[in-house]
């Protein structure tokens, strides 16, 4: 059974950085492409960036630029480096798993095209 365990969140600054990690505990967590989603409250599911199996990334325009997504195969679990972080970037964010994903499939951006999710981690930043 696949599980994804989201860790890092808190309350910050405006400015400040966090790091949030997804662990996982698929065997084949190479082969998965991984996602960070966000959700504001009373907002939809809204894409943060996504990495593929070749380590190809993803990035919303919204993040690009003060925000980086990277995987450490060995040790099945994915990150996401937050700097400079805003008001706006509060939210619970997700980690999510494409455990079916091929070599050309795409870089999803849609919740529904992925299989297995975290249980969120919250993140707030102070103005």
């Known amino acids: 059974q696949v599980q994804l365990v989201e860790s890092g969140g808190g309350l910050v600054q405006a400015g400040d950085s966090l790091r949030l990690s997804c662990t996982t505990s698929?065997?084949?967590?190479?082969?998965?492409?991984m996602a960070w989603f966000r959700q504001a409250p009373g907002k939809d599911r809204d894409i943060v960036a996504v990495?593929?199996?070749?380590?190809?990334?993803y990035y919303a325009d919204s993040v690009k630029g003060r925000f980086t997504i990277s995987r450490d195969n060995p040790k099945k679990t994915m990150y996401l480096q937050m700097n400079n972080l805003k008001p706006e970037d509060t939210a619970v964010y997700y980690c999510?798993?494409?455990?079916?994903?091929?070599?050309?499939?795409?870089?999803?951006?849609?919740?529904?095209?992925?299989?297995?999710w975290g249980q969120g981690t919250q993140v707030t930043v102070a103005s």
């Open positions: 999510a798993a494409d455990t079916s994903a091929i070599l050309t499939t795409p870089l999803n951006t849609r919740p529904y095209d992925y299989s297995h």
């Open positions: 990495i593929g199996r070749n380590a190809n990334t």
């Open positions: 698929g065997r084949t967590f190479n082969r998965w492409q």
